[in-house]
């Protein structure tokens, strides 16, 4: 009787939220523990509706977004009751103990050794946290969304200093995050299923790899969120040898290898490579496409479906430019970028950026 009233009064915390009450919810997700004190999730991340894992409604996460309102009531000029903050730091300080207590039961148990792993992240335990994240991955190899969260958390912090121009400290997280591309292939060496980084994933790593690439030039550093598409042409977590973010229109015309000095190609004939994640445009914008080649080549040419024709390259010795307006509306879900070639050559990179 105790777990199920323990269970409906989590259930009660999730429709408190739902109508935006959030104090109400912590009252009832604190029952909800008195009651069954065993259930860990309760604690770190009850999920109330199995459809929408973003959803939370454990007792730290309310408690953190009991914080996230009284921060947005003080940005809005609110005075907020010294009382009030005295009694969620309490109530965040237990939880924290709370947490503590769960560590052992962690090792094997792969959605709270996850749930510790967040909690670390947002009370700025990061090594910690780390080491949590890094033993979920041990329990579930194979789950990219475990993997976007070890690169997204190198990158928000890589992302703090580089904001604060902080550059030095900036790059010791940029190395650890491009690492796990090779730690994600090696995890794949024993998958009969490999898996790939997803477009979020990408993301992250394409503006850590180009901040890598151009850390001596912050000319070009200024323009990082401009990038819509930055090429990482080592990268080949599923081991088929193909470049992650590229496929191949015809193989047998083409054969493209993800290597350290760039896209390999051999070619037997005029074909493309074209995107796995589409780069995303926005209608009225400029763009400026460029693609450096080891050497030189008699034809490459691109194509943006939608947006812009087959269209020839202005060429700088082995570097090719192109420019062009987004008149279009594009699509949402992305543009499908083309690169046409016809001999043999090594693209060693390909940069997709808004220029005005």
Same mark, same amino acid.
């Given at each position: 009787?105790?777990?199920?009233?323990?269970?409906?009064?989590?259930?009660?915390?999730?429709?408190? #939220?739902?109508?935006?009450?959030?104090?109400?919810?912590?009252?009832?997700?604190?029952?909800?523990?008195?009651?069954?004190?065993?259930?860990?999730?309760?604690?770190?991340?009850?999920?109330?509706?199995?459809?929408?894992?973003?959803?939370?409604?454990?007792?730290?996460?309310?408690?953190?977004?009991?914080?996230?309102?009284?921060?947005?009531?003080?940005?809005?000029?609110?005075?907020?009751?010294?009382?009030?903050?005295?009694?969620?730091?309490?109530?965040?300080?237990? #939880?924290?103990?709370n947490i503590m207590k769960l560590e052992k039961k962690a090792e094997n148990n792969l959605s709270l050794s996850s749930n510790i792993a967040s909690f670390c992240f947002r009370t700025g335990q990061?090594?910690?946290?780390?080491?949590?994240?890094?033993?979920?991955?041990?329990?579930?190899?194979?789950?990219?969304?475990?993997?976007?969260?070890?690169?997204?958390?190198?990158?928000?912090?890589?992302?703090?200093?580089?904001?604060?121009?902080?550059?030095?400290?900036?790059?010791?997280?940029?190395?650890?995050?491009?690492?796990?591309?090779?730690?994600?292939k090696e995890t794949n060496k024993k998958n009969m299923n490999p898996f790939i980084f997803n477009a979020d994933t990408i993301e992250l790593l394409e503006k850590m790899q180009f901040i890598n690439?151009?850390?001596?030039?912050?000319?070009e550093l200024m323009a990082i969120n401009e990038i819509v598409h930055y090429t990482i042409p080592y990268m080949d977590v599923n081991l088929d040898t193909i470049p992650d973010q590229w496929r191949?229109?015809?193989?047998?015309?083409?054969?493209?290898?993800?290597?350290?000095?760039?896209?390999?190609?051999?070619?037997?004939?005029?074909?493309?490579?074209?995107?796995?994640?589409?780069?995303?445009?926005?209608?009225?914008?400029?763009?400026?496409?460029? #693609?450096?080649?080891?050497?030189?080549?008699?034809?490459?040419?691109?194509?943006?479906?939608?947006?812009?024709?087959?269209?020839?390259?202005?060429?700088?010795?082995?570097?090719?430019?192109?420019?062009?307006?987004?008149?279009?509306?594009?699509?949402?879900?992305?543009?499908?970028?083309?690169?046409?070639?016809?001999?043999?050559?090594?693209?060693?990179?390909?940069? #997709?950026?808004?220029?005005?």
């Amino acid at each position: 009787m105790n777990f199920n009233t323990a269970s409906a009064h989590a259930q009660k915390a999730y429709e408190h #939220v739902k109508d935006n009450n959030i104090d109400e919810a912590i009252e009832s997700i604190n029952k909800a523990i008195n009651l069954d004190g065993y259930n860990e999730k309760y604690i770190t991340g009850f999920m109330p509706v199995p459809a929408r894992p973003d959803i939370k409604t454990g007792l730290a996460d309310l408690l953190f977004a009991k914080n996230d309102i009284l921060r947005q009531k003080e940005q809005t000029g609110e005075k907020i009751p010294e009382s009030e903050m005295q009694v969620l730091q309490r109530q965040l300080s237990q #939880v924290n103990n709370n947490i503590m207590k769960l560590e052992k039961k962690a090792e094997n148990n792969l959605s709270l050794s996850s749930n510790i792993a967040s909690f670390c992240f947002r009370t700025g335990q990061t090594d910690k946290g780390l080491e949590y994240l890094k033993n979920s991955i041990s329990l579930f190899p194979f789950e990219p969304s475990l993997w976007h969260s070890k690169i997204d958390i190198h990158y928000q912090l890589m992302r703090k200093h580089f904001n604060d121009e902080d550059y030095e400290n900036a790059m010791e997280y940029i190395e650890p995050a491009l690492g796990v591309i090779d730690e994600a292939k090696e995890t794949n060496k024993k998958n009969m299923n490999p898996f790939i980084f997803n477009a979020d994933t990408i993301e992250l790593l394409e503006k850590m790899q180009f901040i890598n690439d151009y850390i001596d030039n912050l000319d070009e550093l200024m323009a990082i969120n401009e990038i819509v598409h930055y090429t990482i042409p080592y990268m080949d977590v599923n081991l088929d040898t193909i470049p992650d973010q590229w496929r191949i229109s015809d193989t047998t015309l083409l054969n493209a290898v993800a290597d350290k000095e760039g896209i390999k190609i051999k070619a037997t004939g005029r074909t493309y490579i074209y995107t796995q994640y589409h780069p995303k445009f926005k209608q009225g914008k400029e763009y400026r496409i460029e #693609v450096k080649l080891k050497e030189p080549v008699d034809y490459l040419k691109y194509y943006i479906s939608g947006i812009k024709g087959a269209t020839s390259f202005n060429q700088e010795e082995n570097i090719y430019l192109s420019e062009f307006l987004v008149k279009n509306e594009p699509n949402e879900n992305g543009n499908q970028l083309r690169i046409y070639v016809e001999s043999d050559c090594t693209i060693e990179n390909i940069l #997709v950026k808004e220029i005005k």
